[in-house]
């Protein structure tokens, strides 16, 4: 077997204060820093393959600018597109870089002069001098989250805490060591939302960023996280939700970003105990690639109804209810330009195999159910999903949390014109380990 090469590179990303936090809601300015943003890139090249994974520690990324963006870096390291996976953290402190509706538009100035520049550096930086290295893992559990789809007295879903409901309690640790046995480079693997803090004014990468920074002063290592499903999993915050809140004050912005030195060292203690269980180091076999599933689509609502739904949601146009709005006039006009329906749509899978270490990212944030259930039809290989690579195009629910609703679920229906069938979940899970088990056969 070939050698693995490593190249790590990293960038600040902090924008200066002032700007919006992306997440909440469009009214949300930072006042402060409490740990600076980067982004972190990861080169990997074994013989003719090479990919770069690249971790910003944002909230979501535009997918047309994550075109864009693995389109120039293709073009200025030789890497093909389709091997490049460009992640969000999911921070809800960070800068827009999304610019979806309801939400604030993306902040292009911020993008143009810091994001983009940043993200070519780093890349650069690791596509210079990349070293041998062997690759070690481990994983263990860890509570740092929660189901956070929280069912009310009234059989109602809001966002809070669900302790009997779906998560992945692993956190899976990867290293990488040089010839000397020196500590390169560190990911950490877990899926939880970002939102510690809550509607707080700091810049922060929140949990995950104390987590990280423990890890790399413990090793010696740069400390890399990529989030996994965790669109229905929030931080298991002691006071009882899972978005920080200083209840003393009074109104909606009230976030506490001592929720997130709180979270952080838990997370750091659980990363830090899996770490010192890697023992084993060893060659691993590369590949990378990415595919389009396609998944089976729903007949767009009848104009009629989206017409009379409309009159529920005239005037609205910040966050869930504005996305309604603007649902609903979508399908209106699609109706009146005539235009037919769609059999699917295309959901892209970007893959990264490291041995039987297998990163599959897709564009959108997935209930944590379908990760699990990803990994489980992959015999012989641990199957790390992610969330909100290379794109963001809102929530991907599962069968069974459509008849109950909430947040997430009606993001999930009013998103594009014509929503995803019902069983979308199962069509992503067997679609991606078909993808997965193709990349293992040509391993071997």
Request: with cysteine; aromatic share 6%.
């Amino acid at each position: 077997m070939e050698k693995l090469y490593l190249g790590i590179g990293r960038a600040d990303i902090t924008p200066p204060i002032g700007g919006q936090l992306y997440g909440y809601a469009p009214n949300v300015f930072s006042n402060a820093v409490e740990d600076r943003l980067n982004v972190s890139a990861l080169y990997f090249c074994q013989g003719d393959v090479r990919a770069l994974m690249i971790s910003a520690t944002v909230c979501l990324m535009n997918t047309a600018l994550t075109r864009r963006i693995r389109g120039m870096l293709a073009e200025k390291t030789g890497i093909c597109a389709e091997n490049i996976l460009l992640h969000a953290t999911h921070t809800h402190s960070g800068p827009n870089t999304a610019g979806s509706y309801g939400w604030g538009d993306i902040d292009t100035e911020y993008c143009e002069s810091i994001f983009v520049p940043a993200i070519l550096t780093a890349a650069a930086e690791a596509t210079a001098a990349p070293v041998p290295v062997t690759v070690g893992a481990a994983e263990g559990e860890s509570l740092v989250g929660i189901n956070r789809r929280e069912l009310t007295g009234r059989n109602t879903v809001t966002l809070g805490q669900n302790p009997w409901g779906p998560m992945d309690k692993r956190m899976t640790v990867i290293s990488f060591r040089d010839a000397e046995g020196k500590c390169m480079a560190n990911i950490i693997h877990y899926g939880c939302h970002g939102t510690a803090a809550g509607r707080n004014r700091e810049i922060s990468r929140d949990w995950s960023g104390l987590m990280c920074d423990t890890l790399c002063r413990e090793s010696g290592a740069v400390t890399v996280f990529f989030n996994g499903p965790e669109g229905d999993v929030g931080p298991r915050i002691t006071n009882g939700k899972t978005v920080g809140e200083d209840v003393s004050i009074v109104g909606s912005d009230r976030g506490d970003i001592r929720y997130v030195r709180q979270l952080g060292q838990i997370a750091a203690r659980d990363a830090v105990r899996i770490w010192r269980e890697i023992w084993d180091y060893h060659p691993v076999r590369l590949r990378a690639g990415s595919c389009r599933l396609p998944i089976p689509l729903k007949a767009k609502m009848p104009e009629e109804t989206a017409r009379e739904l409309l009159k529920k949601y005239e005037g609205k146009t910040t966050n869930l209810h504005g996305q309604i709005r603007r649902h609903l006039e979508m399908v209106i006009a699609a109706h009146t330009a005539g235009e037919p329906d769609a059999e699917t749509r295309d959901v892209e899978l970007s893959v990264l195999g490291l041995g039987n270490l297998v990163f599959a990212g897709v564009p959108y944030e997935t209930f944590s159910e379908i990760g699990l259930r990803t990994d489980r039809m992959v015999k012989g290989a641990r199957v790390l999903s992610l969330s909100n690579t290379n794109g963001s195009e809102g929530y991907y629910v599962t069968e069974d949390s459509l008849c109950r609703g909430g947040y997430e679920v009606e993001m999930f229906r009013y998103g594009e014109v014509q929503p995803f069938v019902d069983d979308a979940d199962f069509a992503l899970a067997k679609g991606s380990a078909e993808e997965i088990r193709r990349l293992l056969e040509d391993v071997k």
